[in-house]
């Protein structure tokens, strides 16, 4: 089995060979760097790392002294994080901050972050779709700097052609175009691909040979089944808007994602203290941006669950790699006290044959599904039935008869359109702030 083609790209930026120590060796250097950047060109880091010496950190360990930065502190004063002249910022990024209401996070990106973005899909894209191929990208593109756009650049350099749908047509619509097109390869949003692989006219997108799962967590059942619908190589991409898209990436191992160690540093901390966790421990995954000018992240909180894994990856790769169980604060709160992850309802619910996605509430108490079914659903009795049957496999024991707190519906509308990331309309229990 091959590296991934981000061995070479990792070695070019970091002019090292690619063995364990020489890349921590290198994390600590550019942990450095960065520091003493954003202490002096950013309000809000100079102030957070006036109480450490300039040589700080000493070493990797050293560096989870640091505080961590909260998604609040973005919406907070977006402005104090600039690191960059404001003439210089090509692009902002507005975006909700999860469990709040009022201000949103503000990210700012310069000419040489947008640079680098398409650097990073350029190499990762490269991982499964050869140069003069075909993509097409079920992506928000119309912006100038948005991540369809920057993608179709990307893909350009290497002479692949991109179509871009969005806003996004009907299954059939968007298969009837994959069948006109005859692209190598897909992009897009993990719940849309399986609404895609799952209708009645999945056939027409048999010739796909890749697909590349981004900007929402994709759970190993939905990756199997799209895998099996057309015969394809699936692959996952992680990463966060505010990365600039990047991150880490799956490769042909299915052996967690590969940190882009060139431009981030991964971290998994404890829930409650921020301390960094060894390998295997399951936390928090925090990002520290290494080449990010115009707004850089130092121990930024995903809110997203993981674990660094140890050792080499089966390809032969000694890149440090991340699993992920997405977000840590979506499922649902059950009664007593109880808690019911949205990525254990995935594994569960995307067994089931004829579901494409579904979206999931609490609603007065009682835990409301919305199933949605691509090209219309069966013999909706029989299909609730089913559904009950695994959701009684997964609940914990309650005394209480399953239809009493449950109530399980059909929608004619895909449930997590625009983006799967929002199925959780409430629910989630506050995460601690460490």
Known sequence: MKKTPLDDWIASLTGLPMTRRALS??????????????RTSSPFYGARLAPFPEDFPRSLRDYGALPVTDPGDLAADPMA????????????????TSGTTGAAKRIFFTERDLARTMDIFRVGMSSFVRPGGRVLVLLPWERP????????????????????????????AILEEVASFAPDCLAGLPAQILCLARHPSAHL??????????????????????????????????ALTE???????????????????GHFFFEVADLVTGHPLPPGRWGEILVTTLA???????????????????????????????AVTGRIGNGVALAGGGFLPLARLDEALFALPWLGDYAAAVEEGRIVLALYAPGGVKDPPQRIEEVKALLRTILPPSGRRLDEF????????????????????????PRPRP
Not at 226 to 233: I, M, P, Q, T
Not at 407 to 421: G, K, L, W, Y
């Open 25 to 38: 060796r290198h994390a600590l250097s550019a942990l450095r760097r960065t520091l003493e950047r954003a």
């Open 81 to 96: 994080l600039l690191a960059a002249p404001q003439e210089a910022v090509e692009r902002i990024v507005t975006l909700p």
């Open 145 to 172: 700097g948005s991540i369809g756009d920057l993608l179709r650049k990307s893909l350009a350099l290497d002479g692949i052609r991109c179509n871009c749908l969005w806003p996004l047509p009907d299954e059939k």
């Open 205 to 238: 997108a048999r010739g796909v040979q890749s697909v590349l799962l981004c900007a929402d967590f994709a759970a190993e059942r939905l990756v199997r089944a799209v895998s099996d619908a057309w015969g394809c190589l699936v692959m996952r991409h992680y």
């Open 243 to 261: 990365l600039g898209y990047g991150g880490a990436l799956e490769c042909e191992a299915k052996s967690g994602f590969h940190v882009m160690e």
């Open 292 to 322: 990010a000018e115009g707004t850089p992240l130092l121990r930024y909180r995903t809110g997203d669950g993981g674990r660094i894994l140890r050792g080499r990856c089966p390809c032969g790769s000694e890149i440090r790699r991340v």
């Open 406 to 429: 449950v109530d399980v519906r059909f929608t004619e509308r895909q449930a997590s359109r625009p983006s799967s990331v929002k199925r959780m309309a409430s629910g989630a229990p």
